[in-house]
């Protein structure tokens, strides 16, 4: 069974940095796209960042020039540098990644738990 763990998040201040991670676990044949999302409350949820296994990289225009997204294949983990934070980056953070499995032709995409990001003023 795969699995998605995210860890990183936590309270920051105005201009400060968090380094979020994810890592995937389980019976792994191959991770293609992989992204970071984020829900705030009462809003919708929204693509941050999104990679690919080559390492095409793709931003919100919200967080470009101040987020990173990037992926060490070789441990199966994802991570997001988030710089020069602010109120509104405030919101749950997912990542997400489409996996294939042994024995599937079809990735499928997989979701982590979330973890809180709050950005004080």
Not at 59 to 71: E, H, L, N
Not at 81 to 109: F, H, W
Request: charged share 20%; hydrophobic share 35%.
């Amino acid at each position: 069974q795969v699995q998605l763990v995210e860890s990183g998040g936590g309270l920051v201040q105005a201009g400060g940095s968090l380094r979020l991670s994810c890592a995937a676990s389980g019976s792994i044949v191959s991770i293609n796209r992989i992204g970071w999302y984020r829900q705030a409350p009462g809003k919708q949820r929204e693509l941050v960042a999104v990679i690919t296994r080559r390492g095409s990289t793709n931003y919100a225009d919200s967080v470009k020039g101040r987020f990173t997204i990037s992926r060490d294949n070789a441990k199966n983990t994802m991570y997001l540098q988030m710089n020069s934070l602010k109120p509104e980056d405030t919101a749950v953070y997912y990542c997400n990644a489409a996996i294939k499995v042994p024995g599937s032709v079809y990735e499928r995409d997989y979701w982590g738990q979330g973890t809180q990001v709050t950005v004080s003023s």
